[in-house]
């Protein structure tokens, strides 16, 4: 017998209420696995998405010194 088949035998002894309680706790417990899965950073939520490989392409700290120093 499979985990989910022992579980399914279990499901159909118990009362209306309790049945609600483990639906409740399995949809807790997959919310909670949906939230600590890893998500890839998009722009939108990723303010240093646009400056990843930045100073490859250009100068990022051209005149910087002039900049902050006044020289």
Known sequence: MTTKQALLNALEQLPEQQLIEVLQYV?????A???TLP?????????LAE???A?????LAARLD???YGS
Do not use: M
């Open 33 to 35: 696995q949906e939230s």
């Open 39 to 47: 998500t890839e950073p998009d722009q939108v939520s990723d303010p």
């Open 51 to 53: 400056f990843i490989g």
């Open 27 to 31: 949809q807790r417990l997959s919310h």
């Open 66 to 68: 002039d900049e902050l």
């Open 55 to 59: 100073v490859d392409h250009g100068s």
